[in-house]
């Protein structure tokens, strides 16, 4: 029974070897990742660069100047087939100016942050970016000023945010065929960042968009009813510990990664986030994207193949269509025409749908039917 | 120059003043003056360096002499500052005639036009600090000559303008520090006191000018004894013709004083924003150098700074930092702009004592001798 049911995934099998002799060298994955890697003395040096720069600054009576690389220009973002979206080498900068008083702020803002990364990694402890904020409220105003500057301060010392000893609060969740260690030896939930030794005989591994649809899978016991199989949310758009995550298993196990996303651009859109990673983070594109996504479901052509009911579909609104457009301008979509073609049926069609419409077909449809059919005759794209 | 001061009677510090006003609202004109008492002769001149000429309702534009003097307290680098002011053309009260006045041939349409100016010119540092330092109130007569007399309304005036509301709360006036010299009525007031070295060497002391130009339409009036009669009557009667519109004018000045000092309390905020900030780059910074333990990084940051330990790096850290950003320049084309460098002390130029019996005008048209 157990070998009949596997036998039924041969497309999957195929597809992971296909990918297995397109990717690089796993040994090359390693090496990259000790290089983006610096270690806690180049962190306190980089920042003892940028103080000195800032005392050097007053000594020759200048106000002192912080160089921000700027991450929301796609003037400074390039596209890599095997990487995704990276940051170009020659980025443009903004300047935060200690004497204008509309970047002041910003600039006492980072200097804290600065100082507070220093003492941690000096100390090896760790800190989350909300302890950050709630030391200091006044001066940040909100938790998504601590949030954006961190960002900053990772991509202007060329340094992963874990090696500035700051975590995030995790967001993600993760189930299936799968069990780590710790570097210290505890086995602990799928919430750590610092997994290793990840063990699992998982086939493939699904990504999927929202934590409804997440709930939903493992209600089916999803799961057992397949081949192995690992399911990893983000609940909507990803943190960086879910896309590490995701990268992380892709590395170890090197089987097909699947995205179960709703037929609308905003679906899209964090498909294309996992797979070729984001503007705001493109700094560390190496360490967090995974080119070899490939798309499940729900595709557009499968509303017209499927005759979903006219009822739940939702028309697009003008702003989807403009991320539509948006989308189909990305440099990555030339590299992929079928996702293009998917795209331009919802451009012709103008009608989005959420992988719960699956359910007006019949309740247990997306986990008894169309997901096991999609992975049983290779119905990605 | 002699100081001949103590040769000549008290109307000689009117005699100035009054020359003074004259030559700040007429600037084409220039004023030589000759004293002659006994066998001693001193020359006096008033002309204008930096003029500016604004359109009124008047036919006349009005020339100004913008001329700032004053330098305030420069450290290090040479600076550029502005040597002239920008007065600002502000609203026109019409103001009714008592009845009284309208008995003795007082009639026509009255207004008074109000220009304002701070200075000295600030604009190409806009982080720097300012107090202010006095009001000056100013009265010219139609015919841009200084009221002799000035109303006892000015006097009164402070009681009745609300300070805090123009973000002066440091000018505290009472009637006895209300000056009055021909013409320009002055409120003083008081330093604040400083909290430390920095204020003083980062802050500019201004003065506002405050132009108060009488205006007069008659058309029955065009024959030029006419017009001087008629500017007899205005001055004559201008207790009475300030008393009897002393709200509007109340509101008209806190209005215009209020447009003039939007820039000086803007310029609070935004210097308690660098301040702010300051203090956390200030600590930020050497929490970092403090708990370091590179002694190259330690030993460069103090070299550069000059300092032998971290207290004293903090300490010129600080003042540095306050001293850049204080002196930011942004320099403006509409700005006279001049180089100064060096430490100089803060002083004003005072006007130059004038003692006269002999009076020469010239202007480019022609030339008055009194």
Redesign the interface.
């Known amino acids: 029974m157990e070998a009949h049911r596997l036998q039924d995934f041969t497309e999957i099998d195929k597809l992971r070897l296909q990918l297995l002799n397109n990717s690089k060298d796993a040994t090359s994955f390693h090496h990259l990742e000790a290089e983006v890697c610096p270690s806690s003395r180049d962190i ?2 980089r ?2 660069d940028i ?2 720069g ?6 020759q ?4 100047v912080l160089k921000l690389p700027n991450r929301s220009s796609w003037a400074n973002i390039s596209f890599d087939s095997t990487v995704g979206l990276q940051m170009n080498s020659g980025h443009s900068v903004t300047a935060l100016r ?4 509309s970047s ?2 910003k ?3 980072v ?2 942050i ?2 507070v990364i ?2 941690l990694v ?1 100390s090896n402890t760790y800190a989350t970016k909300r302890d950050i904020y709630y030391n200091n409220t006044q ?1 940040f105003g909100s938790q998504a000023t601590v949030d954006s500057i961190v960002d900053d301060i990772s991509c202007m010392l060329r340094a992963p945010r874990r090696s500035l000893h700051v975590l995030a609060t995790s967001k993600g969740l993760i189930s299936g065929d799968l069990c780590y260690m710790e570097e210290d030896g505890m086995r602990i939930d799928c919430r750590s960042s610092s997994a290793v030794n990840i063990v699992s005989s998982a086939k493939f591994i699904i990504i999927v968009e929202k934590d409804a649809t997440f709930q939903r899978l493992m209600d089916d016991d999803f799961c057992t009813k397949l081949p192995p199989c690992v399911i990893i949310t983000g609940k909507g758009v990803p943190d960086m510990n879910s896309r590490l995550m995701v990268r992380k298993l892709w590395d170890t196990l090197h089987v097909p990664i699947f995205a179960l996303v709703d037929s609308d651009p905003h679906g899209i859109e964090i498909m294309c986030i996992y797979k070729y990673g984001s503007m705001a983070m493109s700094f560390e594109a190496h360490s967090l994207t995974v080119p070899s996504v490939m798309w499940l479901g729900l595709l557009p052509s499968d509303l017209q193949r499927l005759q979903v009911p006219s009822d739940v579909l939702i028309p697009l609104t003008k702003n989807d269509e403009k991320k539509l457009s948006s989308l189909l301008q990305r440099p990555y979509l030339t590299d992929q025409p079928d996702w293009q073609k998917e795209m331009e049926v919802m451009q012709r069609t103008k009608v989005k749908a959420e992988i719960q419409s699956l359910a007006a077909i019949s309740p247990d449809f997306l986990t008894n039917i169309y997901l096991p059919n999609k992975l049983r005759y290779g119905g990605w794209v | 120059m002699k100081d001949m001061r103590h040769l000549f009677p008290e109307w000689s510090a009117h005699m100035e003043a009054f020359l003074r006003s004259f030559s700040l609202v007429n600037a084409e004109i220039n004023i030589h003056l000759t004293v002659k008492v006994d066998q001693h002769t001193v020359q006096y001149a008033f002309g204008a360096k930096v003029k500016k000429k604004l359109k009124l309702f008047s036919p006349v534009p009005l020339k100004l002499d913008v001329t700032c003097n004053t330098q305030p307290a420069i450290y290090g680098k040479e600076r550029c500052w502005c040597l002239g002011g920008h007065p600002v053309c502000g609203s026109r009260l019409h103001v009714s005639i008592p009845p009284h006045a309208m008995d003795q041939g007082l009639f026509g349409d009255l207004s008074i036009q109000f220009v304002t100016l701070l200075s000295p010119c600030v604009l190409q540092y806009p982080n720097l600090a300012t107090h202010i330092s006095n009001i000056q109130l100013m009265v010219f007569n139609p015919s841009r000559v200084p009221v002799l007399k000035v109303p006892r309304f000015f006097q009164t005036l402070p009681a009745f303008l609300d300070f805090e509301d123009l973000g002066v709360d440091t000018l505290h006036c009472s009637s006895k520090d209300v000056q009055q010299l021909c013409g320009t009525s002055t409120y003083t007031s008081e330093p604040p006191s400083c909290s430390g070295p920095q204020q003083e060497t980062s802050a500019v002391w201004q003065r506002v000018l405050v132009f108060l130009f009488l205006q007069l339409t008659d058309p029955f009036t065009s024959q030029l004894t006419d017009v001087m009669a008629t500017e007899v009557l205005i001055e004559r009667h201008l207790e009475d013709i300030l008393n009897n519109n002393r709200h509007a004018m109340t509101v008209a000045l806190q209005s215009e004083l209020r447009n003039t000092l939007k820039a000086h309390n803007c310029r609070k905020k935004i210097k308690e924003k660098l301040n702010s900030a300051a203090e956390v780059i200030l600590s930020s910074s050497i929490s970092i150098v403090s708990c370091s333990s590179n002694l190259d990084f330690r030993r460069d940051c103090l070299n550069r700074m000059k300092v032998r330990d971290t207290q004293e790096l903090s300490a010129a850290f600080g003042e540095s930092l306050r001293r850049v950003t204080s002196w930011k320049c942004v320099p403006r084309h509409s700005c006279y702009s001049a180089k100064v460098r060096g430490m100089f002390a803060y002083r004003h130029v005072s006007g130059l004592v004038l003692i006269c019996c002999h009076f020469h005008f010239s202007t480019d048209e022609r030339t008055f001798r009194v």
């Open positions: 306190l040096n920042i003892e103080i000195l800032i005392v050097t600054s007053l000594s009576d200048e106000a002192p200690s004497d204008s008083p002041v702020n600039f006492a803002q200097l804290k600065l100082s220093y003492r000096q001066l």
